[in-house]
């Protein structure tokens, strides 16, 4: 017998996403909070949101396209035949691991450019921690990227719950 939580209606799917995207917004200003405590407001702390917005950004444009567009699109490819399903899965998730792997590394490699580009005022000990930060966080691109491929996959078979929950 498959429980209720496993497979829900899509206004029960839509219901459980706007509610976990609104309790996720008080969590993500107690995050700011508690970075400002430790942190405080200082140069250094304006290098680490603008370290970890880039790879965040590039993560969120991949959210939106994954679940939209290149999951529906691989399915409506005339290549697979009918119940190929995880074949198709494994080839999408190794075109994008590829795809979002590389990205990935150029973000790393490409770092130095993109803090003077973006901030080109900041001090040596600052752009110095931004450098560390944007290698440290470059690879959030791959793995939040192959998240958002699972999560499609999850919401194609009408499996809601858990990737609502995720973000928690």
Do not use: C
């Amino acid at each position: 017998m498959t429980s209720r939580f496993v497979k829900q209606s899509l206004l029960t799917a839509s219901i459980i996403t706007v509610a976990t995207g609104i309790l996720s917004r008080p969590i993500g200003y107690l995050r700011e909070a508690v970075i400002a405590d430790l942190f405080g407001t200082s140069p250094i702390l304006e290098t680490f949101i603008l370290a970890f917005t880039i790879p965040e950004l590039v993560s969120a444009i991949v959210f939106a396209a994954i679940p939209t567009a290149l999951i529906p699109a691989l399915q409506g490819s005339e290549d697979w035949p009918p119940g190929s399903e995880s074949r198709l899965f494994w080839k999408g998730f190794g075109v994008l691991a590829a795809i979002l792997g590389g990205l990935s590394l150029v973000v790393f490699l490409l770092r130095g450019e993109i803090l003077t580009a973006l901030a080109p005022t900041l001090n040596e000990e600052a752009r110095s921690t931004g450098l560390t930060l944007l290698s440290l966080l470059a690879p959030v691109i791959l793995f939040r990227g192959l998240e958002a491929y699972f999560r499609g996959w999850l919401h194609r078979r009408k499996h809601f719950l858990g990737p609502a929950l995720s973000p928690f």
